[in-house]
Every structure is written in C-alpha cells, then in structure tokens.
C-alpha cells in the first residue's frame, strides 16, 4: 500500500470585520510560505521523497459583536468569498507557490471532517487565539492526516535551518513525533509546549499517540464548552480566554508525559494552572533547535513592567531591518524573543518550583546555537544603519540585570560603555558620516 503524501499544514485566519486588513496581512505571508515550500522541496530531493504538498487552511471569523453576523450570513458569505478570492490570486502570481497540485488554499470552516462539536464551539469564539488554535488542532487530530507525515506551522513560523527541520521530521529513519519550546509570556516567565509547529509521525512501532489523544481532548473540551459565550454572561471561555491552547492542547500533552501540570502564584493575582514543558524530553523537543524565537506573543515582546523603558521607542524598533540568519530572515521579535531566552529569568512562583538554572540550561541546550547570531547581528546592523536606536536596542539586553551583561560581554567581549564609545568613534570617522 502506497504510503500518503507528506503534507505541510499552514494555518491563517483573518476577521470580517476588518477583511482589508486581513488580506492585506495574509499577503504578507506569502513570500515566508514560498520559502517554506522552496525550502522543504529542496531537502526532499535530497532525501529521494515526494516533495510535502502545502495546505494553506484559512479561517475568516464572523463578526461577532454584531448579531446578525455568522458563517451563514449573507454578507460574510460576500466578504469571505472576495477574500478567499484575492489570497488565491496572490498566492498564484508567485511562481513558487503556483502549481495547484502542491499548494492548495483549503476553507477550514467548510472542511469534512470538521466535527459538528468543533463547529458549535466556533460559534459566537470570540477569541482569535483560540481561533487560530482551532485550525492548528484540526490539523495535527484530522484523520486524513493521522497516517501520513505530517507537519502543522503557522505562516509566519522562521525556520533558522530546514535542512536540520527536514532531517528530524520527514526525513528522519525512526519517525516519531516533534515539538517546540519557549517561554509561554513575559510575565509568568515559564517554558511552555509550542502549538506553532508540531510534527506528527506516521502512526507505526515505536511512533507515540499524539494525534489521538489529543483528537479525544481536543473534542471532549469542545463539547463540554461549546455554550461558554456571550449568552451566558458567567462564562468567558470563548470570549476573553484562548482556551484551546491552555486548557486542551497542553493537557492532552501531559497525559503522553511532555507537560507538567503546576500551580503559579503570580504576583498581585489569583493562582494560575499552567502546564511546564517537559524538557527533559529532548527527543519530542528536538526541533526547537531549527526555530527562531520570534514565534510566542512576539507582539508583546517587550510588554511588561521590566521593559517599560522601551515601549517609548519599540514602534520605531519594530521597524527596523531584519538580518539574515540561517535559513530565517529575523526582525526585532526574532531578537527580542531571543534576549528573553537567553537573558531573561525562569522565575516560576510555583507550589512546586523548579530549579531556576537547571531550566534556563535545558532550554538553552535544546535551542539554535543562531540565536546569539541574531542578537550579535541585530545590534550590530542597528549600530551601523540607525545609530539613534542603538542605547533602546541595547536597553533590550541591558535590563535583564547581571544575566544581560553577562551576555554582552561574551557576545561582543566588552561592556556595553566601551561598546558605546566605540560606536561614537565609528559615527565620527569619515566612513561613520
């Protein structure tokens, strides 16, 4: 029997409400999914495999606070059609994405095998994590995806070496599954399991369960809290919550062993339930070493009360040039995230906490070797091209205390005063002018 095709899930959504601006993100997308399909097509040459066709599942959400509004309304119907419609064109007019037979744009609401319970608990979800949650999930627990090998990534996932990526998923002899990590926010400061690329192996001796346990979690949670929304005023689980990441994807994890369930105290708040990343499991945590860090709430990188001496200028710094690193183009989230990593405290406020140094090694010893690169490079491009920004960017290292100078000092063997001085210097030279 032929074994199925190897298959790349890549997950979008955009909302009714603001469908221009949807597109118009989305359509920014693109050149990262060509790389993606270039990328993987290049490594499966080499590894004599059928290259993996690319799904492109997308979402629209309704316009939820408007009543009439829903899948079935004429009007989002109209506004879903033109987007759909676009996307399609300007995903054809790029020659790397435009045999139709290798890269399909599928409708994730309309598909079969979406369950009438994931289907009740997309209604009235107002929470676009969980949105895009929903599309993830699907894809690792659907059924024509659980005997092929298969690998579901958001479109804007940076992949620092595909070769490597390749290697330990479709590529690999002993097939069995793979995953992310990172740290979950900047606030509770604890590593979590990635939903933002997940590999699943083809189902034979000794390949784990994953998919199947997760599927039996995965709908249970959905029937169980398909009516938690805005008419029941108790309930916010759809609402203000993303739910399906934090109460559904890491649980079915910690029944195969990859998550720990802990309590945190964070300060000033009501104890939390959260669920740590296993990573003494560096086997089903391997492709975290072929990931750029710029993949768990880069938008926020920087938002917290440590960083306040950044949101000032972080507009202007989100603006900045990206560097080329590996195989990942990396702009101020991918080095951001990256100081975090690596500069930043593990600090769990716990019933049960863990080793502060053990956690913050294991994260980094399962980690891309690139991510200092990034860090090295991105100061080093802003010290040239936009010198004013230099002290913010610097500030962004800085504020992590004695672990930040630490990493200063061994990235650019000196203290950050003399780094400054010798950028002055070079700023005055003729060359700097």
């Not at 993303?242 to 062993?257: Q, R, T, W």
């Not at 001496?309 to 995230?337: H, I």
């Not at 100061?379 to 040239?384: D, F, L, P, Y």
Request: aromatic share 10%.
């Amino acid at each position: 029997m032929e074994e199925p095709r190897d298959r790349v899930t890549i997950t979008l959504y955009g909302a009714e409400q603001d469908v221009r601006k949807s597109l118009n993100a989305a359509m920014g997308e693109i050149p990262n999914i060509a790389l993606i399909k270039t990328k993987l097509t290049t490594e499966a040459v080499k590894a004599a495999r059928q290259a993996p066709e690319i799904v492109i599942s997308v979402l629209l959400i309704p316009r939820w606070d408007d009543e009439k509004s829903g899948y079935e309304n004429p009007t989002y119907k109209y506004l879903k059609e033109y987007y759909f419609r676009e996307f399609n064109k300007f995903i054809r007019d790029n020659p790397e994405l435009r045999n139709e037979e290798d890269v399909r744009i599928e409708d994730f609401y309309l598909k079969p095998s979406l369950s009438p319970d994931e289907k009740a608990y997309l209604q009235f979800l107002e929470a676009r994590g969980s949105n895009a949650d929903m599309i993830k999930t699907h894809a690792i627990i659907c059924v024509e995806n659980r005997n092929r090998r298969h690998l579901q990534m958001d479109s804007n996932t940076k992949i620092f070496d595909f070769e490597l990526l390749y290697s330990e998923t479709f590529g690999r002899g002993e097939q069995s599954d793979a995953l992310n990590a990172s740290y979950y926010d900047k606030l509770n400061e604890y590593v979590s399991a990635h939903n933002k690329i997940v590999y699943t192996a083809v189902y034979t001796s000794p390949g784990s369960q994953f998919s199947h346990i997760l599927g039996d979690v995965h709908i249970q949670y959905c029937k169980t809290h398909a009516l938690d929304h805005k008419e029941n005023d108790t309930k916010t689980e759809k609402t203000q919550k993303n739910s399906i990441y934090s109460k559904d994807f890491v649980v079915a994890l910690e029944k195969i062993g990859l998550t720990a369930k802990k309590i945190l105290y964070p300060q000033s708040k009501n104890p939390q339930v959260v669920y740590l990343a296993t990573l003494e499991n560096k086997e089903a945590y391997r492709i975290t070493r072929c990931v750029a860090t710029a993949i768990n709430m880069s938008w926020a990188a920087n938002d917290n009360a440590l960083a306040a001496a950044l949101r000032e200028t972080e507009k202007d710094l989100k603006q900045l040039p990206s560097v080329q690193v590996g195989d990942a183009l990396c702009d101020y989230n991918c080095f951001a995230n990256a100081v975090q990593k690596h500069a930043g405290p593990l600090t769990n406020h716990s019933d049960d906490p863990y080793d502060d140094s053990k956690a913050h090694n294991l994260l980094i010893e399962i980690s891309s070797p690139f991510e200092k690169r990034v860090i090295k490079d991105f100061i080093e491009k802003v010290k040239m091209e936009n010198p004013h920004l230099l002290k913010a960017v610097m500030d962004a290292i800085l504020i992590h205390g004695e672990r930040g100078e630490q990493l200063f000092l061994e990235l650019f063997a000196c203290d950050p005063s003399e780094y400054k001085e010798i950028a002055e210097q070079q700023k005055m030279s003729p060359r700097g002018k």
